[in-house]
């Protein structure tokens, strides 16, 4: 157990619609990442925050967004979903803070997400 | 951003030792490489981290040269379960660089 945790589990969906993936970090981590795996694809990083802040940005669409509240935990919403939206969501988290270079990213078990 | 290259597929039987070597030509001053292990369906999990020379835990040894252009992941005695993908980042968390996974290794154990 990484100590990363995402909900739902499991979600299926129709094209159009819109949806809302949730992670809670690991205690203390001030970071967390959003990564998409398609199947039988690598991990495509989709986005990352840190402390509430959007800190970096990779291959997510317009039609994505994310967002982390001051709780720590963070959101991502897909919206318009087309069929190829279709993957496994999967959200990191890290520590990242000054002086803490080289630490790790531990990853949640990831939201299946079906799109019909 | 260091990108990494990795074989796509290794074989091996149980009990071996595997190396797995990835290359970062373009590895920066203040990054490390980690690699990481990922089950089909499953979130990848921390294997070891290093930023030179030789790391190891009670799972694996990451093996680093001087000029730290590449990286190799040491397996001693793999077992069936040890069958996994297996990826290779090199990064910098402080500075937020972006860590980007390559296509990673398949490893397929066999008995």
């Known amino acids: 157990d990484s100590g990363v945790t995402q909900t739902p589990k499991h979600l299926i969906t129709a094209t159009g619609q819109r949806v809302t993936l949730r992670c809670s970090p690991r205690?203390?981590?001030?970071?967390v990442y959003w990564y998409q795996q398609s199947l039988d694809q690598g991990l495509q990083f989709l986005i990352q925050?840190?402390?509430?802040?959007?800190?970096a940005k990779g291959n997510i669409l317009e039609r994505f967004s994310a967002q982390q509240f001051p709780d720590l935990h963070s959101e991502l919403n897909l919206s318009s979903l087309e069929l190829g939206d279709s993957a496994l969501y999967f959200c990191?988290?890290?520590?990242?803070?000054?002086?803490?270079?080289?630490?790790?990213?531990?990853f949640g078990e990831g939201s299946w997400l079906t799109v019909v | 951003l260091a990108k990494t290259t990795q074989p796509i597929s290794m074989d091996s039987y149980e009990g071996q030792e595997v190396n797995i070597t990835c290359s970062h030509n373009?590895?920066?001053?203040?990054?490390?490489i980690t690699w990481y292990q990922q089950f089909p369906s499953q979130g990848p999990r921390f294997i070891i981290q290093?930023?030179?020379t030789k790391v190891t835990n009670e799972v694996a040894s990451l093996f680093i040269p001087a000029d730290r252009k590449s990286s190799t992941l040491s397996l001693p005695r793999v077992s069936l379960s040890d069958t996994a993908v297996y990826y290779c980042?090199?990064?910098?968390?402080?500075?937020?660089?972006?860590?980007?996974f390559g296509s990673g290794t398949k490893l397929n154990v066999k008995p």
């Open positions: 990191a988290s890290s520590v990242s803070g000054q002086g803490q270079s080289g630490n790790t990213i531990y």
């Open positions: 205690s203390g981590d001030l970071s």
């Open positions: 925050y840190y402390n509430g802040e959007e800190r």
């Open positions: 373009n590895i920066a001053t203040n990054d490390y």
């Open positions: 290093g930023y030179k």
């Open positions: 980042l090199v990064g910098d968390l402080h500075n937020f660089n972006k860590f980007y």
